[in-house]
């Protein structure tokens, strides 16, 4: 329900729509293949862009929202793709229900039928989707104060051919209120086959007020790399990562169903300290450190 009322009140944004603004955009029709040869970065970047939305210097203001809808395939991404304010990035998706014995819901989706962004081993960039840009010339597109409305749902971002030393993330989040990420799998390079690499599943700096559901975080140095505030959470899942959740600086974050299994530290908590809430969660034995 929650989730339902979020996207109505994502689709009113700011007035709704102008009378140019296409608010529903398939990849395919901008050019994408999915195929996972071709480099599908530009066509997703004009999906996004299209109709001159809100990019650099604007503030994030924008009128015109819009979803992008990607299709089953895997889309080989070269470089940072960057969202306006107001996107939802939507995945094809088909639904069943898995519970685990312990009642926690870990994903609700058919996880072959999801659409698969993949970093090329050439990728340049801090990460494969990003919520606000930072420049040489400025710290960022737009505030993350501003930053409103963004979701990415039903997703798998997979970094893991990316180069293993350069902190590229999966995703880059730094979004405000009515932002959420929902049924995402993150891949990075398995720090027991590659200690050095550097690679994280979801980098959150700064923001405030969003949701994050059912993401699971495969490998990475990092799983949730987290400075933010007023986040709610439920459903993460974190395998094989060297951390599973550093903290950075936090208040106001509520944790629900937190699963971490098979990762070297369980939660680092950072120098600038945390306001956490944790409801029922499942940590196994010598996951703190």
Sequence with gaps: MFFFFLHLHFLAYQG????????????????????????????IQRAISDGDR???????????????????????ISSTISLSPGTEILGNVSFIRVEASNGFVLMSTQPEELPRLVAAPSFVGGALLASSVYTGTQPEWYVDSGNHYQSV???????????????IAGIHWRAYRGSLLDNVRFYATNPASEPST???????????????????????????????????????????????????????????KTVIDGCDTGVTVGLQGAGVSWLPSLLPAGAYP
Excluded at 19 to 35: F, M
Aim: with cysteine; proline share 2%.
């Design 16 to 43: 709704g729509l102008t009378d140019d603004t296409q608010a529903w955009r398939d990849v395919r029709e901008y050019g994408a293949k999915g195929d996972g040869h071709t480099d599908d970065t530009e066509a």
């Design 153 to 167: 749902r039903n997703l798998v971002v997979d970094i893991r051919k990316s180069s293993q030393k350069t902190s």
């Design 198 to 256: 550097t690679q994280l599943g979801l980098y959150v700096e700064n923001g405030s007020g969003g949701v994050l559901s059912q993401l699971m975080f495969i490998g990475g140095k990092y799983g949730l790399y987290t400075g933010t505030q007023q986040f709610t959470s439920s459903s993460l899942h974190f395998k094989n990562c060297e951390t599973a959740l550093y903290i950075d600086r936090d208040w106001g974050l509520t944790m629900q």
């Design 54 to 76: 809100c990019s650099i210097d604007c503030d994030a203001k924008d009128v015109r929202p819009v979803t992008v809808y990607l299709p089953s395939g895997s889309y080989l």
